[in-house]
């Protein structure tokens, strides 16, 4: 049952400009996401986070925007920079059972310089 | 302060056998979660240990077990591999058991052939 949806295995977006990366998710208990950054050869960073009480989270060029009713969430990054290249993971989880944490498939992300 | 540290970095077995993996958590991370990830898709959660109790299960066969230690390092075992056990294995530390950030070690890369 794939409960965090990560539908574009990649995306390319040329230096300077914006990126746009999207999740969905079916399960209306989850209540905190988070995005993590993966090169190669590396476990995932995290990257940030966001809580269902909030719409909007923002930390320096990355900023993840959360639509709680079309169970929805989307992590931008501007202006986007080559060494940003890499597999970004949406993931979630419900607080009432935060040991259990439901990855997205991935996008790969490529910054053309 | 050294990160989450994984043994071995690769691994070869043949279907069958036995492959216990290793994991040492941040200094002072008293939870160890473990992933699987296999080529193409997001980590999926296995295990949870805290306060080495299990706290959280994903769903994964009986073949699959794992432990924490005193010094809050932890194993996985995995018994009778089949050759859809080849994937790449995350240790993940954590603080605590909340929604505290989850660092991620480098992964062991296991190959069953």
């Known amino acids: 049952d794939q409960q965090v949806k990560q539908n574009s295995p990649s995306l390319s977006v040329q230096e300077g400009r914006i990126s746009i990366l999207n999740c969905d998710y079916t399960?209306?208990?989850?209540?905190?996401f988070l995005w993590y950054k993966k090169y190669p050869a590396e476990g995932p960073t995290f990257l940030i986070s966001i809580s269902s009480i909030k719409d909007k989270n923002e930390d320096g060029r990355f900023t993840v925007f959360l639509n709680k009713s079309a169970k929805h969430l989307s992590l931008h990054i501007v202006p986007s920079q080559p060494g940003d290249s890499a597999v970004y993971f949406c993931?979630?989880?419900?607080?009432?059972?935060?040991?259990?944490?439901?990855f997205g498939s991935g996008t790969k992300l490529n910054v053309k310089p | 302060d050294a990160g989450v540290t994984q043994s071995p970095t690769h691994l070869i077995k043949t279907r069958g056998q036995h492959v216990t993996l290793r994991c040492s958590p941040i200094s002072g991370h008293k939870s160890v979660s473990w992933y699987q990830q296999v080529l193409g898709q997001g980590p999926q959660f296995i295990f949870q240990y805290y306060e080495k109790e299990e706290r959280g299960r994903g769903n994964f066969p009986d073949r699959f077990s794992a432990r924490q230690f005193p010094n809050y390092s932890s194993e996985l075992n995995v018994n009778a591999l089949l050759l859809g056990d080849s994937a790449l294995y995350l240790c993940?530390?954590?603080?605590?058991?909340?929604?505290?950030?989850?660092?991620f070690g480098p992964g062991t890369r296991l190959t069953v052939l």
């Open positions: 993931a979630a989880m419900s607080l009432y059972n935060f040991n259990k944490f439901y």
């Open positions: 399960n209306s208990m989850f209540d905190y």
């Open positions: 993940a530390s954590q603080r605590g058991r909340s929604s505290d950030t989850q660092y």
